[in-house]
């Protein structure tokens, strides 16, 4: 089976509904920034993380490994694809997409699709690429980090794309964030040594096998000496740490 996107979830999906949770926390924004809505459609919809129990949801997800991890109190999602959803004009009270649109195929052609089904907000957690070299694993691992940055389409690109008006947060990801993203991990960096860990993030897909093995070499090496502590050991105090994770809440333009 062809991916639809840039991952093949069939072979690095599984494990992701126990790795890539949602954290209330983050969840809480997400939820503010669809507002009064009563429908929302949730594209790459994944395993359900960010998905709002107390809204009308219509899932889209396109892997059959993803949608078979779903859990049973949330609605079935629908196998179809970011560019080309099949629902009508208007269809929906928001759109929403969390972490997700790296992965699409065309994502100028996802988003305006979101744009085209939602009545009201388009909603989206994503990161912001050129923040992403700020992280410390850049250090350890700056083949993996440029693969990633090269993913993501720019935030102002994103809200040129989606038109109307918009606002961009930066999200602060709490020391014991429940979702395991590569920032999530910013005070435990003993967590990158385990390989099911990084399985999850789906960066690591785009660097190969020994570039992966050096980069956590030599991450394990500075934990054991002592140079990471020396160098970021202050990441272990912050109670939260404002990096590349982005809500975008994006608003039709008057008709």
Known sequence: MTPAGD????????????RRRSDPRIAALVRAGLGRSRSVLNVGAGAGSYEPGDLVVTAVEPSATMRGQRPAHLVVAIDA???ELPFAD????????????HQWSDADRGLRELRRVSRGPVVLLTFDGDALKDFWLAHYAPAMIEAERRRYPSIDHVREVLGGR?????????????DGFTEAFYAQPEAFLDDEVRRAQSAWGFISHDEERASVAR??????SGRWDQRFGHFRALPQHLGSLRLIVAEPAAR
Do not use: H, K
């Open 81 to 83: 694809v970011a560019e």
């Open 7 to 18: 991952v093949d979830y069939e072979e690095r999906g599984a494990g992701y509904a126990q």
């Open 90 to 101: 208007d269809s929906f009270d928001a759109a929403m997409a969390t972490v997700t649109i």
């Open 166 to 178: 918009s606002t961009v947060a930066v999200v602060p990801v709490p020391r014991n964030c429940l």
């Open 219 to 224: 991450l394990r090496d500075d934990l054991t």
